[in-house]
């Protein structure tokens, strides 16, 4: 039973630099989430994909943030111009409703520092 | 927007040790979720409750759904160190029609001693 996964685990860049992210949630779930968690905070919800659909955007979610599911599997997260404030740990979760449980389950996360 | 506050944020107990952390709103949620997360990972779900006042156990760990579904507490008997991590608690509402928005507490920091 293959998790949701996350690419690469860590990422290192320069401000001003732009990155992406990857995630591959578990196969046949069909909805997608990004979330950003700082130090000392829970995860904090950015965007939703049901299948390639981006139907929810989080007021964190600045213009530098783009995300995609192109053909509803994997998703990619890109910040462009990065600043040392996306210094965070960026989570991506999937989830296949059953009536009320709606249960989301996480990857390891991609750590970004920003310098 | 809902708020999740989490108690206590950090303890630190010693093995064999019972403990109770406590999740509490003023929203009502749909569902409430416990995770687990250790340095460096993502969070692991532990449990989701959906009834008020449902309670489910898991080995030593019981978990409760407050009767009007605002809040939840999670219970550790005997504690021991593999039990050491952050405990989040999330709370799940409908947003928009297809969206389960979960909102998040801070966490509670649990380290137990051996």
């Known amino acids: 039973d293959t998790g949701v996964s996350q690419d690469p685990r860590h990422k290192i860049t320069k401000r001003g630099q732009n990155v992406t992210f990857r995630c591959d949630p578990i196969?046949?779930?069909?909805?997608l989430y990004w979330y950003r968690q700082t130090l000392g905070q829970g995860p904090e919800f950015l965007t939703y994909?049901?299948?390639?659909?981006?139907?929810?955007k989080s007021r964190l979610l600045s213009d530098r943030f783009s995300a995609e599911r192109p053909k509803g599997s994997f998703s990619t997260l890109e910040i462009q111009r990065t600043e040392q404030g996306d210094s965070a740990m960026y989570l991506c979760?999937?989830?296949?409703?059953?009536?009320?449980?709606?249960?989301?389950?996480f990857g390891p996360g991609t750590r970004l520092t920003v310098l | 927007t809902q708020l999740l506050e989490q108690s206590p944020q950090f303890l630190s107990i010693q093995e064999g040790e019972n403990l109770t952390v406590y999740c509490n709103s003023s929203?009502?949620?749909?569902?409430l979720q416990w995770y687990r997360q250790e340095p460096g990972e993502g969070p692991v779900l532990l449990v989701t409750?959906?009834?008020?006042?449902e309670v489910k156990k898991l080995k030593r760990l019981t978990f409760q759904f407050g009767d009007a579904r605002k809040d939840s507490s999670l219970h550790i008997t005997a504690a021991q160190p593999g039990d050491t991590g952050l405990y989040l608690c999330?709370?799940?509402?409908?947003?928009?029609?297809?969206?389960?928005?979960?909102?998040f507490g801070k966490g509670t920091l649990l380290t137990v001693n051996p």
């Open positions: 196969s046949e779930h069909n909805r």
């Open positions: 929203s009502v949620f749909s569902s």
């Open positions: 979760a999937s989830s296949l409703r059953r009536g009320a449980r709606n249960e989301q389950f």
């Open positions: 994909f049901q299948n390639e659909a981006q139907l929810e």
């Open positions: 999330a709370g799940g509402v409908w947003s928009g029609g297809s969206n389960y928005k979960l909102t």
């Open positions: 409750v959906v009834t008020g006042g």
